[in-house]
C-alpha cells in the first residue's frame, strides 16, 4: 500500500494489519512528532544562554590564573585588593612603591622559583586568629598577607626591615630591624600577643530614671540611658567629657584619666537645675513673690508721685492779691476833685 510521505509508521502498521476503515477517501492520522515555532524559538534562546554562560566561565577561570613571566601561577585576588604577587628584589625594582598580597602559603612557597643567586627571607608569624591581615616591608617592597608567613626573594645584600602594627596586638620582637644574607635563606619569627585591656567605667548619680546622657572619650561620644557607661582600653591617658543631660549639670564635667594595669572607676554627679540658688519649684515661687513685690511698690511710688504733682499744680492755680501796708490803709480819702491852679 503506498500511503503518502507524511503518515507515519503507526498509520501504515494499522492500515496494513486491516485496523484502519476500508472506505474510499479515509487518510489515517498523522502521529508525527513535530515542534511548533514557539518551541524552536525557546530551544534556540536555551542553548545561546548555555553557550553564553559556558564563556563567562572560562573567561573567567583564564582572568583568575594568569602565568607570570618568571613560571609562576598569579592568582587574581577579589575587586578591591592589592595585585596578588610574591615580591623579590627583582620586581621590586620594578615596582617600588606597590604593595603586595599574598593570598596563600603554598603561593609563597613555591609561586616563585628560586633563581641562582636569589634567597628566601621568611617571615613567620604567631599569635593572630586566621585570616587577620598584616604586613611586612623588606627592602623596598611591602607584602600583605592572612597567612602565617610572607617570603620574600633577594641576593646576598642587608635589608631594612618594618613589621606593620596590627590593630589590638602587640608585637613581642622589634617592629623594624635589618636581615642579612649570606648565600643562604634566612628566617625571621614573629610573635603577636593581644594587647591587655582594662575598664574603664563612669557611673552617674543624679538623674532621673532612662534619662540619656552621654560621655565623649577621646573624640568618641557614646550615648546610654543606664547609670553607667564602661569601656575597655589598654594602658594610657584618656580625656573625657560630660555634656549637660536635660538641664542637668555634671559634676566633674571634663577630666583626665590614666589607666596603669588596673581597672578605674569614674563618678559623675549630675546636680539638679536651681533657680536662684533653690530647686525649681521653690526658685519659681521666689521669683514670682518678687515680681509681685516690686510691681506692688512700684506701684505705691507712682501713686505717692502723682499726687504730689497734682498738689504742685493746684497751688500754681490761685489768683495772687496785692498786699496792704499800713500807712495806706491811715492815708484820708475824698471824693472831692483837685483845685486847679491859679493863673495871674
Not at 144 to 152: D, E, L, M
Not at 292 to 317: D, N, T, W
Amino acid at each position: 500500500m503506498a500511503h503518502s510521505g507524511r503518515w507515519s509508521f503507526a498509520a501504515d502498521l494499522a492500515c496494513h494489519r486491516g485496523d484502519a476503515p476500508q472506505h474510499r477517501g479515509y487518510r489515517p492520522k498523522i502521529l508525527v512528532a513535530r515542534m511548533s515555532s514557539g518551541q524552536r524559538g525557546r530551544a534556540h534562546l536555551l542553548s545561546v544562554m548555555v553557550a553564553l554562560a559556558l564563556f563567562v566561565v572560562g573567561a573567567g577561570v583564564v582572568q583568575a590564573c594568569v602565568v607570570s613571566p618568571d613560571g609562576g601561577i598569579r592568582i587574581t585576588p577579589p575587586s578591591g585588593w592589592p595585585q596578588a604577587s610574591v615580591m623579590d628584589s627583582r620586581t621590586a625594582e620594578q615596582s617600588e612603591s606597590t604593595p603586595t598580597l599574598s593570598t596563600t602559603e603554598s603561593e609563597l612557597t613555591h609561586a616563585t622559583p628560586l633563581a641562582p643567586g636569589y634567597f628566601n627571607v621568611t617571615f613567620s608569624q604567631t599569635g593572630l586568629p586566621k585570616g587577620t591581615l598584616w604586613w611586612v616591608s623588606l627592602g623596598q617592597s611591602t607584602t600583605y598577607s592572612a597567612a602565617a608567613r610572607v617570603v620574600f626573594q633577594v641576593q646576598n645584600g642587608s635589608y631594612p626591615y618594618t613589621v606593620g602594627p596590627v590593630n589590638g596586638y602587640v608585637l613581642s620582637q622589634a617592629m623594624s630591624g635589618t636581615i642579612h644574607v649570606a648565600n643562604s635563606s634566612v628566617s625571621h619569627a614573629l610573635t603577636f600577643s593581644p594587647i591587655p585591656t582594662f575598664s574603664l567605667t563612669f557611673d552617674e548619680t543624679g538623674l532621673p530614671k532612662n534619662t540619656f546622657w552621654s560621655l565623649i572619650l577621646n573624640g568618641s561620644t557614646v550615648f546610654t540611658s543606664s547609670s553607667s557607661i564602661s569601656v575597655s582600653l589598654p594602658n594610657g591617658t584618656y580625656h573625657f567629657g560630660i555634656p549637660s543631660a536635660q538641664s542637668y549639670t555634671p559634676s566633674p564635667s571634663t577630666g583626665s584619666i590614666k589607666l596603669l594595669g588596673v581597672n578605674v572607676t569614674e563618678s559623675i554627679a549630675f546636680a539638679e537645675p536651681t533657680v536662684l540658688g533653690f530647686p525649681p519649684a521653690e526658685g519659681f515661687f521666689a521669683v514670682t513673690i518678687g515680681v509681685i513685690a516690686i510691681l506692688l511698690l512700684s506701684g505705691i511710688a507712682f501713686a505717692l508721685v502723682r499726687r504730689r504733682i497734682r498738689h504742685a499744680s493746684a497751688l500754681h492755680e490761685q489768683p495772687s492779691q496785692p498786699p496792704v501796708t499800713s500807712s495806706s490803709a491811715a492815708a484820708p480819702t475824698s471824693s472831692a476833685p483837685p483845685t486847679p491852679p491859679k493863673i495871674g
